[in-house]
């Protein structure tokens, strides 16, 4: 009789929601965890691009640093310097077909790049040595490629002597009138880089797009451009010691690479 009585007073009442309340709890907690998922889902794909955009930055500065190399040895010349940069982007696209089969892959994926920003994939700026630099320091009789004999070119060797022979010219502190630069300067080869670099998903491209419209540092005309087509452009410096003489090579060489600056 007693243990009835313990058994009635420790049962614990159960009581059901009503069916209604039931499916509202469900139907939240799938909301909740559909939310929850979109967001690891958005974080991982920031950190896909994070990552896709850091490793070609690198690739980009590596081939920029080849084609400044390239340039510094080859008396600037547009299209040596523009042969060795892609030479120097091939390892991404290395198959086992060699080294024509990553070209051809690097050439298309450089053509679609081209046609979804609708400008050249890549360009390069020579900043440096200038129209202003040669008209300071431009010789004579220099040991040259027979298509630069008629070029306007500035001696590499023996700059110390150079740059004392324009101070004792009257030059201050052995700087060019137009150029503002010394000879040690003028001799320095200096490439801006501007490289397309496409998302790999449709939401970062998306957002590139909407960033376009903020204001902020724009870049010039191009970059404006690339934002608004949803690519990114990015933007490497580099300057290197020329190691032979520089000659003052007409634009329209190589369609990427010349001395304007807003050339898309």
């Known amino acids: 009789m ?6 009635g007073i420790m049962r614990i009442p159960t009581h059901r929601p009503p ?12 909301a909740e965890s559909a939310a929850a998922l979109g967001v690891v889902l958005l974080m991982g794909l920031a950190a896909m691009e994070a990552m896709h955009w850091q490793l070609m930055r690198q690739l980009a500065y590596a081939a920029l640093t080849e084609a400044a190399r390239a340039g510094a040895t080859g008396h600037a010349h547009p299209s040596v ?6 030479a120097a982007l091939l390892p991404r696209y290395a198959s086992p077909g060699g080294t024509d089969e990553a070209m051809q892959t690097l050439r298309s994926a450089l053509a679609r790049t081209a ?3 609708g400008m ?3 360009r390069i700026v020579v900043a440096r040595p200038g129209a202003q630099a040669y008209a300071d320091f431009a010789q004579r009789d220099l040991k040259l490629p027979a298509a630069a004999a008629a070029l306007p070119a500035m001696r590499n060797e023996y700059q110390a002597e150079q740059h004392a022979g324009n101070i004792a010219r009257g030059l ?4 060019g009138p137009r150029s503002g630069l010394t000879i040690f300067q003028a001799n320095t080869l200096q490439l801006r880089l501007r490289y397309l670099l496409e998302p790999l998903s449709p939401p970062a ?3 590139l797009q909407a960033l376009a419209g903020l204001p902020g540092p724009d870049g010039g005309l191009c970059a404006r451009r690339a934002w608004a087509a ?3 452009p990015l933007r490497i410096e580099l300057t290197m010691d020329m190691q032979s003489h520089p000659v003052l090579w007409p634009d329209g060489l190589h369609s990427q690479v010349g001395t304007t600056e807003d050339a898309c």
Do not use: N
Not at 20 to 27: K, S, V, W
Not at 81 to 86: M, N
Not at 172 to 175: E, I, L, M, R, V
């Open 2 to 7: 007693m243990a009835g009585k313990l058994a």
């Open 172 to 175: 201050p502190d052995g700087k």
């Open 230 to 232: 949803g690519v990114l």
């Open 81 to 86: 310097i523009a042969q060795a940069f892609e």
């Open 205 to 207: 491209r998306l957002l």
């Open 115 to 117: 046609a979804s920003a």
């Open 19 to 30: 069916l209604h309340l039931a499916r509202r709890q469900r139907g939240a907690a799938l």
């Open 120 to 122: 050249a994939p890549w």
